[in-house]
């Protein structure tokens, strides 16, 4: 191994609290609030007993590695570069509108969602998916899928 410098310190982009605690608050709760499935009337067994489309279920379940750490924030240079950091709800973020676009049971329109949140601020390099620990993420893949949904609407700014 190559000897190296190595620098500690606190997450990126967060409020510090002491020493190497940050702040995720304000982020973890626009997070869930995303995360909140939306339906018109309460799930039935028969819709949870419903066998899934395999590839969607792979989807779904990629998703749901995520661990709500925001390493994929603090590495998102567009959102640690914005004036107004609420324009972009940032890779997690999009992740968690991505589980929910996926997501059989939910009734809300995700892709608008997305869009509103900053889909197209992303400017699609990869940070996200190099420091997050979750490699079933396909961060990337997440996104093309969002936005050609957008684009098939005429959502695209």
């Known amino acids: 191994s190559k000897d190296r410098d190595m620098v500690?310190?606190?997450?990126?982009?967060?409020?510090v609290i002491r020493d190497f605690i940050v702040d995720k608050g304000k982020?973890?709760?626009?997070?869930?609030k995303i995360e909140a499935r939306v339906r018109s009337k309460p799930l039935v067994e028969s819709d949870i007993t419903a066998v899934m489309d395999t590839a969607l279920a792979k989807k779904i379940g990629d998703l749901e590695w995520c661990c709500r750490c925001l390493s994929c924030i603090a590495a998102c240079p567009v959102i640690n570069e914005m004036k107004d950091p609420e324009k972009f709800i940032g890779p997690a973020g999009l992740v968690a509108l991505g589980l929910r676009y996926y997501d059989p049971f939910d009734e809300a329109d995700r892709v608008v969602e997305a869009v509103q949140n900053g889909l197209y601020?992303?400017?699609l390099c990869g940070n996200?998916?190099?420091?997050?620990?979750?490699?079933e993420i396909d961060h990337l893949g997440v996104y093309a899928e969002l936005r050609k949904e957008a684009e098939k609407r005429g959502l695209k700014p």
Do not use: K, S
Request: hydrophobic share 40%.
């Open 27 to 32: 982020t973890l709760e626009r997070i869930a």
């Open 8 to 15: 500690l310190e606190p997450l990126r982009g967060f409020p």
């Open 121 to 123: 601020a992303c400017i």
């Open 128 to 135: 996200c998916h190099e420091v997050c620990p979750a490699d």
